[in-house]
């Protein structure tokens, strides 16, 4: 069998605006060095609201953002101060700490606005999770693009057969973005060694001719050749990549160290992380983590 799991979400409704968390779930962790996946609406914002995520601090991981529809500003305590748009990715490698913000913009919110996305995680190999703190931003028009039996993928990051993405990463990893037309296939490659899974965006997916409900995570066998298509206009992604080991994770904060998940609680409650130039404000360390109530969204 090609699925070897089916993961389905946890939705949440944040004042309007609802989330899909696809990971971490309670039978998997982790996909590759990916150790948290969110979709994002779509979700429709009235003239004047948005979305408004405070300075929150992130430790030995990186966060991944790519959007469908709306914009997003991100600001960090490296002075970064980048909006992004539908196709492209903001990558950002917190390493040994980084303090981020995300919020609508102003051209989102002066009228009528929807915002979708997915928003993931990955998890730093041991030998890089104290690297210096970075951010990159990647144009859609640097992805690599291709079309294959009548669907458009995007690289989104890592390799995949003769492609290469010039996003950054630090270990083995597969990140594609795939949209659908009306009877158009993808063939997805046996990867040895590398865990994958394929993520439905929308409905109208079938996996090897089984159909895929919309907001399903499929764990595929990574040693098989994979036929995903569709019957209608549809999207999906494909992650994975090689595995890092196991993670604590606590609130924002994933470490292969409880010590170090500690030491950064610590240094949130008392104010040592680095601040986000232009924010006074701040997410105060919750009293508990689950991946149900505490992760903050949006990365």
Request: charge should be negative; hydrophobic fraction near 35%; aromatic fraction near 10%.
């Amino acid at each position: 069998m090609s699925i070897q799991q089916l993961i389905t979400p946890e939705k949440h409704n944040l004042g309007g605006f609802s989330v899909q968390r696809i990971l971490p779930s309670e039978t998997l962790k982790m996909v590759g060095p990916f150790i948290f996946f969110d979709h994002l609406g779509p979700a429709i914002f009235p003239a004047g609201e948005g979305v408004d995520v405070r300075p929150h601090p992130h430790i030995n991981l990186a966060t991944v953002t790519y959007l469908f529809e709306g914009s997003l500003l991100h600001r960090d305590s490296l002075g970064t101060v980048q909006e992004i748009f539908p196709g492209e990715v903001n990558w950002m490698t917190a390493g040994k700490g980084i303090v981020h913000s995300e919020r609508s913009p102003e051209s989102f919110r002066e009228k009528e606005s929807t915002l979708h996305g997915i928003q993931t995680w990955i998890a730093l190999p041991e030998t890089a999770e104290e690297v210096e703190p970075s951010f990159s931003h990647y144009p859609a028009t640097d992805l690599p693009r291709w079309v294959q039996t009548g669907t458009s993928a995007t690289l989104i990051a890592g390799s995949y057969q003769s492609h290469q993405s010039p996003v950054k990463t630090y270990s083995a990893t597969l990140y594609l973005a795939l949209a659908f037309t009306e009877g158009s296939q993808f063939q997805l490659a046996p990867m040895e060694g590398l865990e994958r899974a394929v993520y439905s965006v929308t409905s109208g997916l079938f996996v090897n001719g089984k159909p895929l409900e919309p907001y399903r995570l499929a764990v595929l066998a990574p040693d098989e050749s994979v036929n995903i298509s569709a019957g209608a206009e549809a999207k999906a992604m494909i992650i994975g990549g090689a595995p890092v080991g196991d993670r604590t994770k606590y609130w924002n904060f994933v470490s292969s160290r409880s010590a170090r998940i500690e030491q950064a609680k610590r240094d949130w409650q008392d104010r040592r992380f680095p601040a986000v130039p232009g924010e006074t404000e701040f997410i105060p360390l919750p009293d508990h983590s689950d991946h149900d109530s505490s992760v903050t969204p949006l990365s």
